[in-house]
């Protein structure tokens, strides 16, 4: 395992092991293995001036645990790590490794030490690291206050996390491998509000430059995105989109769409539109058209239609003149005579 999954895996078992914490002997040990790491674990609970330190180790590389996670539990201990084996000393309660504590790696490699409450490591702790990796933890406020001193001379690596690392009276961090060509160009500024699930796959190809007003996440995004997006989006997108959009669009909109559209649309528009609508369509038109139009209109309408048409006759004549008059009367008699069924044979 890597330190920090060792860590972690320590502080989980610190707190399988709390309900244990209020025994009274000095020592009590127990040997575990989790999740493929054997730790053994030392509840420190000696007199002031006293040695807590891990028996010898059940299997190689096992963890040396120190807990001194209740108040006074280890001030002004000597906590002494075992040679050879990973370290790590848990200092959770007040005061708990205060008042001239001495951590002792007595040959160990990884060491963490790890100061959770205020004043758990206050006033002149030492530390002296092992040969591996070596980490102070200062976690709330006033956690590492006036503190001692750490001596990293065989150390491969020195980290202090959290917040509350008191800076001016440590030794400078240092890596075994630190990176040989970091970026040139880092971000400026970084993100306020990182995400909490980053993608585990992140893409090789990042857009540049990447938009300056980016959409919001929809909560309900589709489940059949388009294969072929459009290449040349609009602008300009309506606010306000369709609740109901058809399911046949135009496959040649207009190119020049009315900029006053009508606000009540026919439910049924015609299925064969005019190829060359009038450039100058009537402003009035008829409320009441035909319902039956004629198949056949003329080619050739009057250019004067009368303004008053009379209306027109219930029988007309099957037998009209095939010579109608060249001059018809402009002033037609209101009360014509009926035909008669008898007209003379010799009129005047």
């Avoid at 006074?72 to 040679?83: A, G, Y």
């Avoid at 299925?271 to 609508?277: A, L, N, Y």
């Avoid at 095939?322 to 037609?332: L, R």
Wanted: charged share 15%; net charge negative; proline share 16%.
């Amino acid at each position: 395992s890597t330190p920090g999954k060792k860590t972690q895996l320590i502080q989980n078992l610190l707190k399988t092991m709390a309900p244990l914490k209020h025994l009274s002997s000095i020592f009590f040990i127990w040997s575990i293995f989790i999740y493929g790491t054997s730790s053994q674990l030392v509840v420190c609970n000696g007199q002031a001036g006293s040695t807590c330190a891990c028996g010898p180790a059940s299997t190689p590389g096992e963890i040396c645990v120190l807990d001194c996670s209740r108040q006074d539990m280890c001030k002004e201990h000597t906590l002494q790590c075992r040679p050879g084996d990973p370290c790590y000393i848990n200092c959770a309660g007040a005061n708990s490794c205060s008042e001239q504590t001495f951590v002792n790696s007595n040959g160990a490699t990884d060491l963490t030490v790890r100061c959770e409450t205020e004043d758990s490591c206050r006033t002149a702790i030492h530390i002296v690291c092992g040969s591996g990796d070596c980490l102070l933890e200062c976690i709330r406020f006033g956690s590492c206050r006036e503190f001692g001193w750490v001596d990293t001379r065989i150390a491969r690596s020195f980290a202090c996390h959290g917040v509350f690392c008191p800076w001016s009276l440590l030794p400078n961090p240092f890596s075994p491998a630190p990176t040989s060509s970091p970026t040139g160009t880092p971000t400026q500024p970084p993100t306020s509000a990182p995400t909490l699930a980053p993608t585990s796959t992140p893409t090789r190809a990042p857009t540049q430059p990447p938009t300056s007003a980016p959409t919001h996440s929809t909560g309900s995004p589709s489940t059949t995105p388009t294969d072929d997006p459009t290449v040349d989006p609009t602008t300009d997108p309506t606010h306000e989109p369709t609740t109901n959009p058809t399911w046949n669009p135009s496959f040649q909109p207009t190119t020049v769409p009315t900029f006053n559209p009508t606000t009540d649309p026919t439910i049924y528009p015609t299925k064969s539109p005019s190829d060359d609508p009038s450039l100058s369509p009537t402003p009035s038109p008829t409320n009441s058209p035909t319902n039956s139009p004629w198949d056949n209109p003329t080619v050739d309408p009057t250019v004067n239609p009368t303004p008053a048409p009379t209306d027109p006759t219930e029988s007309p004549t099957v037998d009209p003149t095939p010579e109608p008059t060249d001059t018809p009367t402009a002033d037609p008699t209101l009360s014509p005579t009926k035909a008669t069924d008898a007209p003379s044979e010799a009129p005047t």
